[in-house]
């Protein structure tokens, strides 16, 4: 069985940071495109940032330069440091596995907000 389980969301302040993880079971890991998805109340789910098998990196134009995706296939976990927080980055953020069009997976989604 799959399980994608994230964790590290919480409350902040802006500008302060958050480290979010993913750990992943039931998948080949290293095989695997792992992505963070981020959805704010009345928006649509935004792709946030992606690391391939090989370990290239993207990122929406809106964190690039303040989050970080990583991954340690060891462990099988992906990560999204997250600094320089803003209230624009408030959402439930989402873990995604994906290597074929059958062999997409999410995870349960993690809250993230950035208050005063």
């Known amino acids: 069985q799959v399980q994608l389980v994230e964790s590290g969301g919480g409350l902040v302040q802006p500008g302060e940071s958050l480290r979010l993880s993913c750990a992943a079971s039931?998948?080949?890991?290293?095989?695997?495109?792992m992505s963070w998805y981020r959805q704010a109340p009345g928006k649509q789910r935004e792709l946030v940032a992606i690391i391939g098998r090989g370990g290239n990196m993207n990122y929406v134009d809106s964190v690039k330069g303040r989050f970080t995706i990583s991954r340690d296939n060891a462990k099988n976990t992906v990560y999204l440091q997250m600094n320089s927080l803003k209230p624009d980055d408030t959402a439930v953020y989402y873990c995604n596995a994906h290597f074929l069009i059958a062999s997409d997976y999410w995870g349960q989604g993690t809250q993230v907000t950035v208050s005063a």
């Open positions: 039931g998948i080949t890991f290293n095989l695997y495109d």
